[in-house]
């Protein structure tokens, strides 16, 4: 009986033994290759700041900052200015780096449809939706693009609103 | 017809058993499934402890056989022969176990074999690990150094392989034999009982 249990225990550690040393050469080499990358970044973001100047300057490269309004349709609009967002960002990145959102995902060209910004509407409501724009910086009037909003990239200094209107009449600018 | 003595007398009851647990097998690993989640190491274990080894090694390369050639992920080339021998070594491994415990099992049985499905996983994983190192050996690394990479590469599929496995083979093992062995059981299961009432 003792020798019976003492195959089984042996057996038992062996199997821990090697199943816990590959998984820790799996998690070093793991380690190896993130430190690896992580030191070839800094060496890439090193070189840059040199080449550029300070590092704020360099921020600013890979960075831009938009406007962005949120109305809640009930007279409550919140501005969100000078908003920090990594370069090739959308409508739809910056609306969920300030607001709690929730969407649907038709994928392809149909894209990504908000449907509930900071909670509004709390129920489902199929008289009134979330609507989109950006303003035209020479003329400042609000356009609001055909497609959706994860296709629009911002551009530097951009302004953008997301406004919860009803379809009918057709809103022409946020409210 | 005098058979020569090393002809074994061979019971339709347990190849149709084996076939029966070979198709279960072959339904099992051609059938979607999350990756090295698998039931067959298993079956070919408790039929190597019912059946005896050679019905167990005979199942394990056969399944892995047809499997090679079948599996949704392709052909298996030159991993083929290292999951057949794999496989038949847990029905080895079944085959010993069930002739050293004399067909008799408890609840300690339901640990032991949690132990040895454990411990014939890690093998099946480590000689198709092997299996994976071959092309690359044969590209020119040194065995050592391709061997321990492709190990420690599959480590995380390996753990959940011995871990179900592990879980599989203590809660099932006991109670399916159980249960093979009742349907095996005695000559009045299968014979037709003839006399006049």
Same mark, same amino acid.
């Given at each position: 009986?003792?020798?019976?249990?003492? @195959?089984?225990?042996?057996?038992?550690?062996?199997?821990?033994?090697?199943?816990?040393?590959?998984?820790?050469?799996?998690?070093?080499?793991?380690?190896?290759?993130?430190?690896?990358?992580?030191?070839?970044?800094? !060496?890439?973001?090193?070189?840059?700041?040199?080449?550029?100047? *300070?590092?704020?300057?360099?921020?600013?490269?890979?960075?831009?900052?938009?406007?962005?309004?949120?109305?809640?349709? *009930?007279?409550?609009?919140?501005?969100?200015?000078?908003?920090?967002?990594?370069?090739?960002?959308?409508?739809?990145?910056?609306?969920?780096?300030?607001?709690?959102?929730?969407?649907?995902?038709?994928?392809?060209?149909?894209?990504?449809?908000?449907?509930?910004?900071?909670?509004?509407?709390?129920?489902?409501?199929?008289?009134?939706?979330?609507?989109?724009?950006?303003?035209?910086?020479?003329?400042? @009037?609000?356009?609001?693009? *055909?497609?959706?909003?994860?296709?629009?990239?911002?551009?530097? !200094?951009?302004?953008?609103?997301?406004?919860?209107?009803?379809?009918?009449?057709?809103? @022409?600018?946020?409210? | 017809?005098? +058979?020569?003595?090393?002809?074994?007398?061979?019971?339709?009851?347990?190849?149709?058993?084996?076939? %029966?647990?070979?198709?279960?097998?072959?339904?099992?690993?051609?059938?979607?499934?999350?990756?090295? &989640?698998?039931?067959?190491?298993?079956?070919?274990?408790?039929?190597? /402890?019912?059946?005896?080894?050679?019905?167990?090694?005979?199942?394990?390369?056969?399944?892995?056989?047809?499997?090679?050639?079948?599996?949704?992920?392709?052909?298996?080339?030159?991993?083929?022969?290292?999951?057949?021998?794999?496989?038949?070594? &847990?029905? &080895?491994?079944?085959?010993?176990?069930?002739?050293?415990?004399?067909?008799?099992?408890?609840? %300690?049985?339901?640990?032991?074999?949690?132990?040895?499905?454990?411990?014939?996983?890690?093998?099946?994983?480590?000689?198709?690990?092997?299996?994976?190192?071959?092309?690359?050996?044969?590209?020119? +690394?040194?065995?050592?150094?391709?061997?321990?990479?492709?190990?420690?590469?599959?480590?995380?599929?390996?753990?959940?392989?011995?871990?179900?496995?592990?879980?599989?083979?203590? /809660?099932?093992?006991?109670? &399916?034999?159980? /249960?093979?062995?009742?349907?095996?059981?005695?000559?009045?299961?299968?014979?037709?009982?003839?006399?006049?009432?």
């Amino acid at each position: 009986m003792e020798k019976r249990l003492f @195959t089984y225990v042996t057996l038992a550690l062996l199997v821990w033994g090697i199943l816990g040393t590959a998984t820790a050469g799996y998690y070093l080499t793991q380690y190896t290759t993130y430190q690896n990358e992580y030191k070839n970044l800094l !060496g890439d973001l090193n070189v840059l700041v040199s080449a550029v100047g *300070n590092f704020s300057d360099v921020m600013n490269t890979l960075s831009l900052r938009v406007n962005i309004l949120v109305s809640c349709g *009930n007279g409550t609009r919140v501005w969100f200015n000078n908003t920090a967002l990594p370069i090739g960002s959308t409508a739809f990145t910056a609306i969920l780096a300030v607001s709690d959102v929730r969407y649907n995902d038709y994928g392809g060209t149909m894209g990504i449809l908000v449907t509930s910004i900071n909670g509004v509407p709390r129920t489902g409501d199929s008289t009134h939706g979330w609507f989109y724009w950006y303003e035209e910086t020479e003329n400042s @009037t609000w356009v609001p693009p *055909n497609y959706s909003c994860d296709k629009y990239i911002l551009h530097r !200094g951009d302004t953008i609103a997301f406004s919860y209107e009803s379809y009918n009449p057709w809103p @022409t600018s946020p409210s | 017809m005098i +058979q020569p003595s090393y002809v074994q007398k061979l019971e339709v009851r347990h190849l149709s058993l084996f076939v %029966v647990l070979a198709a279960l097998c072959l339904g099992i690993q051609l059938t979607p499934r999350p990756l090295n &989640v698998e039931s067959t190491s298993l079956i070919v274990f408790l039929t190597g /402890a019912v059946l005896g080894v050679t019905f167990g090694a005979g199942l394990g390369s056969l399944v892995m056989f047809i499997n090679g050639f079948l599996s949704p992920y392709g052909f298996a080339g030159l991993l083929l022969p290292f999951q057949m021998i794999g496989m038949a070594l &847990v029905g &080895v491994g079944g085959g010993l176990y069930g002739r050293s415990s004399g067909g008799s099992y408890d609840s %300690v049985s339901c640990v032991e074999a949690a132990v040895l499905g454990a411990f014939l996983t890690l093998i099946f994983d480590v000689l198709t690990n092997l299996g994976w190192a071959v092309p690359m050996m044969l590209e020119g +690394q040194p065995i050592l150094l391709a061997f321990v990479s492709v190990l420690v590469s599959g480590a995380f599929p390996s753990l959940v392989h011995v871990v179900s496995n592990t879980v599989f083979f203590g /809660a099932a093992f006991v109670p &399916v034999t159980s /249960a093979v062995r009742k349907l095996l059981g005695g000559g009045h299961i299968w014979k037709k009982d003839f006399s006049l009432t």
